[in-house]
């Protein structure tokens, strides 16, 4: 068992683990638990390469870091997960700065928004938090299999417990759109996706985890309106909700990447701080069964290779 819980931050995950040596990309780094997720691993040693899609965002983030961290090794590359052709792109700007990745954190996301298109026609949740992360673990494969063993962490949420994953229709084309229902469908694919990378690497020492950070006050709120929150809160006073600082709710996504706990294992779905249980019933923790089924999964899998136009890394 964990020895953390739901109020362990990242510095308390990370104490005694020296990452000297080791090559960490994050997405979503311009900001919020992306920030801290870097200033945490950067300051156990690591490089950290902060990924971003506002260039002058993530130059403010990187000052701030090397500020916070000094002596720390920090690259930036500039990438929408919204734009396959940015990632592929920003992957490509990555690979010129580093040969082998460690820590791969797929910490960028966007909740509950209007019903968007990304450059490529794939409804906007869906497309970036999952899809655009897919290719992007894709054309970093050679760098995380030369890293072996490594980490891919994507972040999830317990709003995948809001819908499985329609397989039929994940773009939202011949449906009704419903911004949280799509929200909780592209949480679901990033656990399946963690699952079934799990299945076809682990093997080969490249491991996969999934993360519920918990509710944190960040950017990613920024479509939320009152009536929102009161959805979330159900029977309980939106005032009430049990959010976490952001140090706590990046604990787990650290956790993910440097535990000596979790080494050689993966296709699993963390919640403060701990290895997740099935969910119980309309309990508000753990995992829904359908979110870590094989068969689920590989059709996920074959369904991205098929959105994004290109096989998965294979070599």
């Avoid at 910490?107 to 928004?113: D, I, P, Q, S």
């Avoid at 920024?222 to 809160?233: K, N, S, T, Y």
């Avoid at 963390?270 to 069964?289: K, M, P, R, V």
Wanted: proline share 4%; glycine share 10%.
């Amino acid at each position: 068992m964990s020895q953390f819980n739901n109020t362990s931050t990242t510095d308390d995950v990370i104490a005694g683990i020296d990452l000297s040596g080791k090559r960490a990309v994050i997405t979503g780094a311009s900001s919020g638990l992306g920030v801290e997720t870097a200033r945490t691993l950067a300051n156990a040693g690591a490089a950290v390469t902060l990924v971003a899609r506002d260039e002058s965002k993530l130059a403010t983030a990187l000052a701030g870091l090397q500020e916070a961290v000094p002596g720390a090794s920090f690259d930036m590359a500039v990438l929408d997960l919204a734009d396959l052709d940015s990632v592929r792109r920003g992957a490509a700007t990555i690979l010129a700065q580093t040969g082998s990745i460690d820590m791969l954190v797929n910490n960028a996301g966007v909740m509950a928004c209007p019903l968007l298109r990304t450059a490529q026609g794939f409804e906007m949740q869906f497309g970036t938090n999952h899809l655009g992360h897919f290719l992007l673990t894709s054309l970093l494969m050679p760098a995380l299999l030369a890293g072996a063993p490594s980490r891919v962490v994507n972040l999830s949420s317990a709003a995948h417990k809001f819908a499985p994953l329609n397989l039929d229709d994940p773009n939202y084309l011949e449906r009704d759109y419903h911004k949280w229902q799509s929200y909780g469908e592209s949480k679901t694919a990033n656990v399946l996706f963690s699952v079934e990378l799990e299945q076809r690497f682990g093997t080969r020492g490249v491991h996969s985890l999934a993360v519920h950070p918990g509710m944190i006050a960040t950017e990613l709120g920024r479509h939320m309106e009152p009536a929102d929150f009161e959805l979330i809160a159900g029977d309980t006073d939106p005032a009430d909700l049990p959010y976490k600082t952001v140090p706590a709710g990046a604990a787990t996504s650290v956790w993910a990447a440097t535990s000596p706990h979790l080494e050689g294992t993966g296709g699993l779905y963390l919640e403060d701080c701990h290895i997740a249980e099935a969910a119980a019933g309309n309990s508000t923790g753990g995992i829904e069964s359908y979110a870590l089924d094989r068969q689920y999964a590989e059709q996920l899998w074959l369904l991205s290779e098929e959105l994004i136009g290109e096989p998965f890394y294979s070599h």
